[in-house]
């Protein structure tokens, strides 16, 4: 019974040493550079808004005065035809204008909607370029080579285990019938 116990805690401390120098250690590195740069500008802004424009144009027509009244009456009619053509009116955003010929009072009229309009304009007047360099720590994972005494733990507790693995073999022998 006295030599089962050894037998158990001789596992035992072989199992620690061989899982305590199992793999390579790692251990964390950190030094990083960044670099930032900052440009920064003095610059001037001016605009100039016009304002919206409503434009009126009225223009007689001159009617046909030669003598000859039939002669007037056909030249004033085909003028009356053609600048009753003309009647035309666009549309877009703010902006419109209208053209229409008056019939009765025999004049042409033009109406005009500009809408304000804005100009701006923009000087540098001095830039400044700035570079800064920080450094900011990021850890990075590093593998460490195994010492000597980390290999030598490992090949102990290897022997250990083989030692033990004989031991129980030869312990199982003496207690079964099957190997004797």
Same mark, same amino acid.
């Given at each position: @019974? ?6 158990? @805690? ?16 790692? @251990? @964390?590195?950190?030094?990083?550079? /960044?670099?930032?740069? #900052? ?18 144009? #009225? ?21 009356? &035809?053609?600048?009753?053509? /003309? ?32 100009? &701006?304009?923009?000087?540098?007047? &001095? ?31 290897? /022997? ?21």
């Amino acid at each position: @019974m006295r030599k089962s116990i050894q037998y158990v @805690m001789l596992f035992i401390a072989s199992c620690i040493l061989f899982t305590g120098c199992s793999s390579t250690k790692k @251990m @964390m590195q950190e030094n990083t550079l /960044l670099k930032t740069e #900052i440009q920064k500008r003095d610059s001037i802004k001016s605009t100039v808004v016009n304002q919206a424009i409503n434009d009126k144009l #009225i223009t007689p027509i001159v009617q046909s005065n030669t003598g000859n009244a039939v002669f007037d009456s056909l030249v004033n009619a085909k003028v009356d &035809e053609i600048l009753s053509k /003309l009647n035309t009116s666009k549309n877009s955003g703010d902006n419109s204008y209208k053209l229409i010929y008056d019939k009765l009072t025999k004049q042409l009229e033009f109406y005009a909607q500009i809408a304000q309009t804005k100009n &701006e304009n923009t000087a540098i007047k &001095e830039q400044k370029t700035k570079t800064i360099i920080q450094v900011k720590k990021i850890p990075v994972l590093v593998k460490k080579p195994l010492s000597k005494l980390e290999k030598f733990f490992i090949g102990l507790g290897i /022997l250990a285990i083989i030692y033990i693995g004989f031991k129980v073999v030869g312990f199982i022998r003496r207690k079964t019938s099957v190997w004797v």
